[in-house]
Nanobody, 116 residues
Framework: QVQLVESGGGLVQTGGSLRLACAASGFTFSGYAMRWYRQAPGKERELVASIASAGGSTIYTDSVKGRFTISRDNAKNTVYLQMNSLKPEDTAVYYC?????????WGQGTQVTVSS
């Protein structure tokens, strides 16, 4: 059974930091690109960051470049999102996604709230 379980969300003040983690099981984690998406109330889900299966290539949406870092530990089947200098506009539910060609798996999401 495929599972993606996010953790690390919470309430933080502007300028603070959080580290999200996504623990994967039930599939060959090292073969999948891993992504973090987020969805704010009333908005579409957007891709925040992506990391290739081997971990060498990363992509970020412009609004988080220089503040967020995606990483993965294939030995632990876990992907991380380090979020620094958080802003109120980063408030959203953050979702972990595993992607390989036509396969997509999703976590249940974790809430991140940044207070001003």
């Amino acid at each position: 059974q495929v599972q993606l379980v996010e953790s690390g969300g919470g309430l933080v003040q502007t300028g603070g930091s959080l580290r999200l983690a996504c623990a994967a099981s039930g599939f060959t984690f090292s073969g999948y690109a891993m992504r973090w998406y987020r969805q704010a109330p009333g908005k579409e889900r957007e891709l925040v960051a992506s990391i290739a299966s081997a971990g060498g290539s990363t992509i970020y949406t412009d609004s988080v470049k220089g503040r967020f870092t995606i990483s993965r530990d294939n030995a632990k089947n876990t992907v991380y999102l380090q979020m620094n200098s958080l802003k109120p506009e980063d408030t959203a539910v953050y979702y972990c996604n595993a992607h390989w060609i036509y396969r997509n798996y999703w976590g249940q999401g974790t809430q991140v709230t940044v207070s001003s």
